[in-house]
C-alpha cells in the first residue's frame, strides 16, 4: 500500500506540486506587507478612547498614578534631608503644584457622552426648558447644542446677553478647557429674516445685511470662549444670516429645500440614525415614498412669520465636533518630511 501512487500526483515526482513552492512565496510575502503597514499605522488614543478603548485610558491614568507616587517619594527624600522649601515654596506646595500640572497634562479628553451629560447638568441647573436649549447628539457632525434667541441677543444686536455668559461660563468650567482635547468646535451665528433698517443709520453701518450681524454674534462668542481660556485654533465661527432658520434639519439645509410627504395620514417618526421615518405617505409603483418640494424661502419665510418665531431665530448653535484640528505636530508613524 506504501508504494502506491495518487493518480493525480502522477509523474510528478514525490514530494508536494512545483507549483507550492511559488503559493507558499506569495503568502510569506503579503504577511510581511500588512506586518508593515499595521507597524506603521497611527493609534489615536482619543478615537480609540471614544470607539470604547477604556483599557487606554486605564493604562495612562496608571502610568500618572505611578509618576505621582514618584514626586511624592522624592518630596519624602528631600524632607528626610531637610529641605523645606523650593523655589521659595514650601516643599509641600510646590510638590502639590506639580502633581496638579502633572493631571492636567494627562487628562483625557472627555467622550461625547459625558459631554452629552454635562451640557444637561448645565441645562437642568439653569433651570433652561426645552425651548431654550435643546440638544442633539445624533447630528452628523457631532453633539449639538442649540440655545433659543430669547437667551442669546436682542434684536439688530451682537451683544450677549447675560443667560448666553452664564452657559458658557459653566461649560468652560466643565469640560472646554482640557489641555489634551483638540476636537474643533464650531460656533453657529444665525438671525431673523427681517432686513436690517436704514434708519436709524446706525445699524446698516455696523451690520449691511443679516450675514454680518449672524457672523457677528459667532464671533462674539468665539472671543468670549476665548477670553475664557479656550484654545483659539479649536474653534471656529460660521455667520449663516436667516438661511438657517430654527426646525429646520442639517439634511434639509444641504439640500437646499423641505421635501413635504404626500397623504392624507402622514405620521412623522424617527428612524435610523434618527432620519424621519413616514408612515401614511403616499407610494410611486416601486415603493418609494412621495414627496413635495418646497423652496427654501418659502420655509424661511414659514419658521419666521412671528414675533416669537423671529426672536427663536436670533440663536447660536454650538457643535462639539469629532474633526480634530491640524497642530502641526509629526504623528507617530507619519511619512512626512
Known sequence: MADEVCPLCEGQGSGLPGYFGTMADMFTLLFAFFVLMFSMATMDPAKLSDAGGDDIGAAKAEEMEEMIEEIEKQAQELKEQGVTEIDDQPIEEYMDSLIQDLKAENELPPKKYEIHGDLAEI??????????????????????????????FDALSADMKPKLKQFLDAAVDSFLTVPSDNHQIIIEGHSDNDPIPEKPKKYREKFPSNWELSSARASAVVKYLIDKGVNPSRLVAHGYASRWPADMTWADMRRGSVLKPKGENVEIGQGRGGMPEYTGVDRDEYG???FDTISMDAVIDSLNKT?????????IKIIFTQQQFVDGVERTGSTGK
Open 123 to 152: 441645562i437642568e441647573e439653569m433651570e433652561l426648558d426645552s425651548s431654550e436649549a435643546k440638544m442633539d447628539p445624533k447630528d452628523v457632525r457631532g453633539m449639538v447644542i442649540e440655545l433659543n434667541g430669547d437667551i442669546c
Open 307 to 315: 414675533p416669537d418665531l423671529r426672536r427663536k431665530n436670533r440663536r
Open 288 to 290: 418609494n415614498p412621495k
